[in-house]
């Protein structure tokens, strides 16, 4: 069974500090791997998607990475600022016929601090 | 605009009392799942459906129901609601995909549910 791992469950960084945060899948069988915000009280926002083809994509001050090989995927947000502060989640979607169901890992808590 | 909505965002129930949250999505999209999300335990697959009359379990359906009978909808039922079952609910639908392609997950803004 997939299992989906995020490092560190929370963080909290100034303003202006580059960060990465971690997730990783015990399956390297995935379809594609999804980034999500989600904001207290407030429904999942999506982020990046990346395809099991591509190795990274990039939105803003964000870049994702994926390695399906070592089941490793990497959130970088450059420059952070106040309005980042939100928890972010991956999740991974299962291959070999079921593409649409995600697994998703617990979370990283992420405070910005002004 | 592209999106998921579900009703209500907040409800307070009794055990035993018949419950719907509601589920519609514009996108035209195959796909409709139910996640719950508990803390600890992250978000976990309840029901799901690939098409209009398809549906089938998640990882934990135990005391929940569905039916898709439009592609927009796809209500979540409780038949008895019990107090374990309170938690935050979220739809979520996407393209269905069977061999390639975008299957990118969109989701409602959450179901705040406390069974009492």
């Known amino acids: 069974k997939q299992e989906v791992t995020q490092i560190p469950a929370a963080l909290s960084v100034p303003e202006g500090e580059n960060l990465v945060l971690n997730c990783s899948f015990t399956?390297?069988?995935?379809?594609?791997l999804q980034w999500f915000r989600q904001d207290p009280g407030k429904g999942l926002t999506s982020l990046l998607l990346?395809?099991?083809?591509?190795r990274e994509q990039t939105s803003g001050r964000l870049n994702a990475s994926l390695d399906k090989s070592s089941g490793r995927s990497t959130l970088y947000i450059a420059a952070s600022q106040p309005g980042d502060s939100a928890t972010y989640l991956c999740?991974?979607?299962?291959?070999?016929?079921?593409?649409?169901?995600?697994?998703f890992g617990s979370g990283t808590k992420l405070n910005v601090k002004p | 605009e592209a999106q998921v909505t579900q009703n209500p965002r907040y409800l307070i129930t009794v055990t035993g009392k018949k419950l719907t949250v509601t589920c519609s999505q514009n996108?035209?999209?195959?796909?409709m799942s139910w996640y719950r999300q508990d803390p600890g335990l992250g978000l976990r697959q309840i029901y799901y459906?690939?098409?209009?009359?398809?549906?089938d379990k998640g990882d934990v359906p135990e005391g929940y129901k569905v039916s898709r009978k439009e592609k927009r909808n796809f209500p979540l039922i409780l038949e008895s609601p019990s107090p374990n079952q309170t938690s935050l609910y979220f739809c979520a639908s996407s393209l269905q995909r069977t061999g390639g392609g975008n299957t990118e997950a969109f989701f409602g803004q959450g179901t705040r549910l406390t069974v009492v």
């Open positions: 999740a991974v979607s299962r291959g070999l016929g079921v593409f649409n169901k995600f697994y």
């Open positions: 996108m035209n999209h195959e796909y």
């Open positions: 990346i395809q099991s083809s591509q």
């Open positions: 459906s690939m098409n209009v009359e398809v549906t």
């Open positions: 399956d390297s069988a995935i379809y594609n």
